[in-house]
């Protein structure tokens, strides 16, 4: 069976357009926050979430997200509520749901539980950022066998092989990360993004979303005409962090989808 993430790609395809793919912390600042901002950037335009578990130790994000899970944590968000957080946002929508997280609370977690979990919860797929694409194969087989998705990343410093494996593992869509370094919004788009698309659509046909530095309409447009997604994260979850409202968030959303569709 196709998930909610196959069936948005198709469509996005058939329609020549590329998806908005918006990253929010769950629980940041409350988990009683996050539906009603998911419910936000969907109003603003946004295909598909990527709901973040809050980890004490995010060696990927840069500093606007690693506050974001700060504050999350100590609002009392755990891998569990998170999935109470995908059900309460289940009952409304049906936006896709990529679950964003660590190796480290998903082997806590157990792969197993977690992928029955996740998709008795409502989530789509799975994406651990930290979990070598070399060692994917057991985590790859629990998540699949649920009938969830497997996204990896890719970098502009992955070899060729590690691109034919990312190609191997993935389902729903590859991750392209634009630059090295952690997440964080940047003035300019790395040079290495577009060679990067190229390289990866040599070794598979399935979408590639494009991530990391991408906060403004103009980027957000520029990368929307050679990569089939665009990610935003650390714009969203300053934001947030800013207090500020619902509207705020959805208008926010719906520039970046302007500057995607001109």
Do not use: W
């Amino acid at each position: 069976m196709p998930t909610r993430i196959d069936s948005l790609f198709r469509a996005l395809k058939s329609q020549q357009r590329a998806a908005l793919i918006a990253y929010v912390t769950a629980g940041d600042p409350t988990p009683e926050r996050t539906p009603g901002i998911v419910a936000a950037l969907e109003r603003g335009g946004v295909d598909l979430i990527e709901l973040g578990v809050p980890f004490s130790d995010p060696i990927a994000d840069g500093p606007v997200i690693q506050a974001g899970a700060e504050r999350a944590l100590k609002a009392g968000t755990t891998l569990h509520k998170v999935l109470e957080i995908a059900r309460t946002i289940r009952e409304t929508s049906q936006i896709p749901l990529l679950l964003f997280t660590y190796l480290n609370p998903a082997m806590r977690y157990g792969f197993e539980k977690l992928g029955h979990d996740a998709k008795a919860a409502g989530i789509d797929g799975c994406l651990l950022t930290d979990l070598s694409v070399e060692e994917a194969e057991p985590y790859v087989k629990a998540i699949r066998a649920i009938g969830l998705d497997t996204v990896f990343l890719a970098a502009p410093t992955s070899t060729a092989e590690r691109l034919k494996l990312v190609a191997q593992y993935s389902t729903g869509f590859v991750y392209l990360v634009s630059r090295t370094g952690v997440t964080g919004e940047q003035a300019a788009l790395s040079d290495s993004l577009e060679p990067l698309v190229q390289a990866m659509r040599a070794v598979t046909s399935l979408p590639l979303a494009a991530g990391f530095g991408i906060s403004t309409p103009e980027q957000a447009g520029a990368v929307a005409k050679f990569a089939d997604g665009v990610v935003v994260g650390s714009a969203f979850v300053r934001l947030i962090a800013n207090h500020a409202l619902d509207g705020e968030i959805e208008s926010f959303a719906r520039s970046l989808r302007e500057g995607m569709d001109r």
